[in-house]
């Protein structure tokens, strides 16, 4: 199987449109403070204004810049995303490379481990352990990641498992490699497109449970994320703010996911060619 | 009755004989082999004390000194009690007499007989060794070259020696003639100590019970002529026998890597041996006796490199390899051949411990194997049945190559690279960079096998297990790869497992068979052997359908 990923996905629609809606995303939360002249946190006496040439999306109901929250809010969702993505892959690929290669016992117990997170609804246990542990940004990141690389971890399992029994790494086994290099230099390597699978689903999830959390109100209060800016807008639907203030938030929450659910989609394709539209020579 | 001791013999710096002992007994038939160069002929002269050098050591000639006779008394020993049958016939007759005058010549010199009853002598002698009586009176130009060595023959017989010394009496013969002069040496001359000596296997074989083999001026091994013939045991005695055509072996002809040098400390084939300790560059190994055979080896002859006892591999229920024992010398090829599904491939991959648990003992140069560690997989490499598999697709050309080294890290990136770019040199692939920077998917099917074989080989290794090697690739790509494996053989003394369903390529490319059915070896035996005379059922169903491009019986 020699297929080249980039190809793959440049040459998918989908995969392209997702591309272009993620490097917008990032380049609007990277570039905020040149994008913005006003601290997403810094309040005035000016509140729930209308849009207007100083304020791009007016103000919420204690005078902040809905406009640089925005922003400021996108920053949040991504860094929690990628650093949950990350993460989470460097586990995945921790417990399945090794369950895959050492196998036996250890095997068997991390597989009844990964068994057992799976079976209990992440979402209900972040929002105890969130709501009892109040967790920062970093905390957070790392209770999500934490909770979310057993799916993964099984994937990379089943198929390193495969990997194992390849012509070149049983030739490499012959040369005296141990399972630290197979792993390193062929297993992982040859991993590819189900890592940046696994990588895009944790980034994609995270997202959602960042949102979802700040929505309830259970995230740090301190920090401009779209969940909460949401959560605020909520308490003045009567009013038309909504128009300019809820509905940017979950736009740019909904197309967030959706890019990234789009290069996912595109890097499926790889995997499974039956996912492809149109035969591919 | 001929007791060689220490023998040393040099013309100038050239130490020819280099401490030679030897011991013929009466009746006894001994052939001298060895290429030329290594004193073969040297010997003959310095035992008819003709050789024109500083000889030192001591030959007694039925408990006579040699070497403490005068000229006078060893004028009546030569021709007499010791004949020579000199290698060059053209230039031993001379041309102004006729044959039978030269024939008689000998016996009235020695004052044995008068004129006529040397003729009558001569005449009968030469009728013995089968030239027709209207050749007697011939001048030797007017005679061909059999003619001429039957008149020698004759000429050397005429005294009745007690030892008769033929230089290669029969290698400038054509082959029919050589026959019935063997033939006939044998008939008139069975009782006569003969000292043989000659380069052509085929001579030595016809003419001698016994045979030693001479190299850099000591005898290296000896023995029974058609033991030490069948199953050599000195590098060299097998490498002599694989380079000479003959129709008894059925691999191909190999030469040996290197030339003759002189002068060398310690063994004097250890420039040339493929299984050369550090000892063998120092001391000279003495001959010593083993199991009824002379061998001059620090290693004891030729080394077995790997043996399996016992060894079984089951898959549940299914037993794929069922207590197989085997084993492999240095520098040989053993080829298991079987149908798919004999189990082969498991057991080559059981023997690279790719194959967990296993029953039995695997031994490599009689140390038991137990965890494979770094050290068995620089000694033992594999090349698998499918080179685009066992090349990962995502690496190049270099990087695949290095990778062993790599693995087990040897040298810095800049030598690992020069000992990459060598070895791919070494088995005929291009060594540009735009070669070295590309992908396997590029490359042919023989191509990409012989990268397999590079990175097998980058290492070193003592022996080779190459899986179907030619199985995805057509007969004429195939055949250079086995050309090529044979050459590595040859030079780097390389031993290989050689598995193939293919039995017309084992017997080209290997000195055994071993024919696997079912998980077990049903027979095992040198190739020629197999090949020839199968024993079991299964081995001649194999013959037949092997390959073939047309019916002989038709």
Redesign the interface.
């Known amino acids: 199987?020699?297929i080249s990923l980039k190809k793959e996905i440049k040459q998918s629609h989908t995969g392209q449109a997702g591309i272009i809606i993620l490097l917008v995303v990032i380049a609007l939360a990277v570039f905020a403070p040149f994008l913005s002249s006003y601290n997403p946190v810094q309040q005035s006496t000016t509140s729930l204004l209308a849009p207007s040439l100083t304020h791009w999306l007016g103000t919420n109901q204690v005078g902040q810049d809905i406009w640089s929250q925005l922003l400021y809010g996108g920053r949040t969702s991504l860094l929690v995303g990628f650093g949950v993505g990350i993460l989470s892959l460097i586990l995945s690929i921790l417990f399945g490379v090794s369950s895959a290669l050492i196998g036996g016992i250890y095997d068997k117990i991390v597989m009844r481990i990964v068994d057992a997170f799976i079976v209990i609804p992440m979402i209900v246990v972040v929002i105890l352990v969130a709501a009892y542990i109040r967790p920062d940004l970093s905390v957070l990141i790392l209770l999500l990641a934490v909770l979310s690389w057993q799916g993964g971890a099984r994937m990379i399992r089943s198929q390193a498992l495969s990997l194992k029994e390849?012509?070149?790494v049983?030739?490499?086994?012959?040369?005296?490699?141990?399972r630290f290099?197979l792993a390193w230099?062929?297993i992982v390597?040859?991993l590819g497109i189900i890592l940046l699978v696994e990588f895009i689903y944790s980034v994609r999830r995270a997202v959602f449970i960042e949102a979802g959390l700040a929505f309830l109100g259970i995230g740090d209060p301190m920090l401009v994320s779209w969940g909460m800016m949401m959560r605020d807008a909520m308490k003045f639907s009567y009013l038309n703010v909504w128009q300019w203030w809820l509905v940017p938030a979950g736009v740019a929450l909904s197309l967030t996911i959706v890019g990234l659910t789009f290069i996912s989609h595109a890097a499926e394709s790889v995997l499974d060619p039956r996912l492809r539209g149109e035969a591919v020579a | 009755m001929l007791e060689i001791r220490n023998l040393r013999v040099s013309y100038g710096n050239d130490m020819v004989l280099n401490g030679l002992n030897l011991d013929l007994a009466d009746g006894e038939t001994l052939a001298i082999i060895g290429e030329s160069g290594t004193g073969k002929t040297t010997l003959g002269m310095s035992i008819m004390r003709l050789a024109e050098a500083r000889v030192q050591g001591s030959i007694h000639f039925n408990g006579v000194d040699l070497f403490a006779l005068s000229d006078r008394q060893m004028r009546g020993i030569r021709w007499n009690r010791i004949a020579m049958l000199f290698q060059n016939v053209n230039n031993v007759l001379n041309p102004v007499h006729t044959v039978l005058d030269q024939v008689s010549e000998p016996m009235v010199e020695h004052k044995l007989l008068n004129k006529d009853e040397a003729l009558v002598k001569a005449g009968e002698l030469l009728a013995r060794f089968g030239l027709s009586q209207a050749r007697f009176s011939a001048y030797p130009h007017q005679l061909s070259g059999g003619e001429q060595q039957r008149v020698l023959l004759a000429m050397a017989l005429a005294n009745d020696p007690e030892l008769l010394i033929l230089d290669e009496p029969l290698s400038s013969l054509d082959v029919t003639t050589r026959e019935e002069l063997g033939n006939l040496l044998g008939e008139i001359d069975g009782h006569r100590a003969k000292l043989v000596i000659t380069h052509d296997l085929d001579t030595a074989s016809r003419l001698s019970e016994k045979i030693a083999v001479l190299y850099g001026g000591r005898i290296i091994e000896s023995g029974l002529t058609q033991e030490v013939l069948r199953r050599p045991r000195h590098p060299y005695t097998r490498a002599l026998i694989r380079a000479y055509p003959n129709m008894t072996t059925v691999k191909d002809l190999q030469g040996i890597k290197g030339r003759m040098v002189r002068p060398v400390s310690g063994c004097p084939f250890h420039p040339r041996c493929t299984q050369a300790i550090e000892e063998c560059s120092r001391n000279m190994p003495p001959l010593t006796q083993s199991q009824g055979r002379w061998v001059a080896c620090h290693r004891g002859g030729i080394v077995t490199l790997l043996s399996v006892i016992n060894l079984s591999k089951s898959f549940d229920s299914l037993k794929a390899v069922d207590s197989v024992s085997l084993r492999i010398e240095s520098g040989e090829t053993l080829a298991l051949v079987g149908q798919s599904g004999s189990g082969k491939t498991t057991l080559a991959?059981t023997i690279?411990?790719?194959h967990s648990t296993y029953d039995g003992t695997i031994s490599l140069e009689s140390e038991k194997v137990a965890n494979?560690?770094?050290?068995?997989?620089?000694r033992v490499?594999?090349i698998?049945q499918?080179p685009?598999?066992?090349?990962?697709?995502?690496l190049s050309i270099l990087e695949l190559v290095v990778?062993?080294l790599e693995?087990?890290r040897i040298g810095t990136a800049e030598q690992r690279r020069e000992k990459a770019i060598q070895t791919i040199g070494e088995v005929e692939l291009p060594r540009t960079e735009a070669f070295l920077n590309t992908?396997p998917?590029h490359l042919s099917g023989g191509e990409l096998q012989r990268v397999?074989i590079a990175?097998a080989l980058i290492?070193d290794p003592d022996l080779l297990i190459a899986d179907e090697p030619t199985a995805f690739l057509d007969a004429s790509v195939g055949a250079k790869i086995l050309k090529l494996l044979l050459n590595l053989q040859e030079h780097r003394g390389l031993s290989m497992l050689y598995i193939t369903h293919d039995i017309a390529a084992a017997r080209k490319v290997s000195d055994r068979i071993a024919v696997m059915l079912e998980g077990r070896i049903i027979e095992e035996g040198p190739s020629n052997e197999i090949v020839t005379v199968p024993k079991q059922d299964y081995t001649k169903r194999l013959l037949g359908s092997a390959s073939a491009l047309h019916d002989l019986s038709k």
């Open positions: 199987m020699h390849m012509g070149h049983n030739a490499s086994r012959t040369f005296g490699a141990s290099y230099r062929h390597p040859d | 991959k690279m411990g790719l494979r560690s770094k050290d068995f997989y620089k490499q594999m698998f499918n685009g598999e066992s090349l990962s697709h995502r990778e062993p693995v087990q992908y998917h397999a990175r290492l």
